[in-house]
């Protein structure tokens, strides 16, 4: 199969992106200026908030004033993370125009992540489509755990394909296939693919890879081979999964927009604009960019001064 010859990078920022040391929570006013940043890079689809509770995650704590400060620009959709009935309303109070759900495609994940099981998940975010729907806002969906489990290990991908195929039949207009611990492999990630496009469109899904054991690239460029056309990324590869030991974060907006550049697929986004960005956020945090093409290109600055 052909690759796509255009592709919508999904910002996966702050939501997935931004995780400090323990005990401490990033500015509010850094969260807004990271979104303006990437915006201002072109970056058209960003995950900006998540609307969940501060109790458990305090660092989505300020998701209100996060969506409200942002100066929004036209032809850019700022959407949020929803997991229920009480953060949709929070999300739909501060004007967000788009917002997303995830289930699991592992039973044991389910149950140490929201503390439920697979069907009783997609049970609880009926009404959530329903609200969103009655709302005026588009969902987005997503499945973890797609190529693996820290606690069941593989899984099977008629399991992912039962999952995607009841969030989209739900009402999700788009479902995000994610590999959250970081341990697929090509081959996994195509048949991974060929059984979930059996049950939900090819143009209907996302790959949302980490890059825990260095194959996120790798994966994405097997997808599309797939026909797959959307790819969420977080800059610098910040992020993680704290269900999973070892887990890193999501694969680097940085390599995919240079994996996209050396395809010869034209994103409309700025490489330079993002690795910049990575490495102002990187700062902000007092860490550094793990993204291969940020370091291999602060490398070359350095070696030319």
Same mark, same amino acid.
């Given at each position: ?14 939501? @997935? ?22 915006? %201002? ?70 149950? !140490? ?19 969103? %729907? ?24 008629? !399991? ?50 980490? @890059? ?32 999973? !030991? ?57 070696? !030319?001064?």
């Amino acid at each position: 199969m052909a690759l796509p010859t255009s592709i919508k990078l999904f910002e996966m920022a702050p939501r @997935d992106g931004l995780q400090n040391e323990p005990g401490t929570l990033v500015p509010t006013a850094t969260k807004i200026e990271l979104i303006e940043r990437l915006t %201002n890079a072109g970056i058209r689809h960003i995950e900006a908030a998540s609307f969940v509770s501060p109790k458990w995650v305090p660092q989505m704590g300020d998701a209100t004033e996060v969506m409200r400060g942002i100066q929004r620009q036209h032809g850019v959709v700022y959407s949020a993370l929803t997991p229920n009935l009480k953060g949709l309303e929070s999300a739909l109070e501060a004007g967000v125009e788009e917002v997303a759900v995830f289930g699991a495609a592992s039973e044991a994940f389910s149950q !140490k992540n929201i503390n439920c099981s697979i069907a009783e998940s997609l049970a609880r975010f009926e009404p959530v489509l329903a609200r969103a %729907n009655e709302a005026g806002v588009r969902v987005r969906g997503y499945v973890s755990c797609v190529l693996g489990c820290p606690y069941e290990g593989d899984i099977a991908p008629h !399991k992912v394909a039962h999952v995607a195929k009841a969030l989209y039949e739900m009402g999700c207009y788009e479902v995000s296939l994610g590999d959250t611990i970081g341990v697929g492999t090509p081959l996994a990630a195509k048949r991974m693919i060929e059984a979930t496009r059996q049950q939900v469109p090819i143009e209907k899904l996302a790959a949302h890879f980490h @890059d825990t054991y260095g194959m996120a690239i790798a994966n994405l460029y097997a997808v599309l081979e797939e026909g797959v056309s959307v790819i969420d990324a977080a800059t610098a590869g910040l992020g993680g999964c704290p269900y999973a !030991k070892g887990a890193s974060g999501n694969v680097a907006t940085e390599d995919v927009l240079y994996l996209l550049e050396g395809l010869g697929i034209d994103t409309g986004i700025d490489l330079q604009a993002v690795i910049d960005t990575g490495y102002w956020i990187t700062q902000q945090l007092g860490r550094k960019p793990s993204a291969k093409v940020a370091l291999a290109k602060g490398c070359a600055k350095s070696s !030319k001064a």
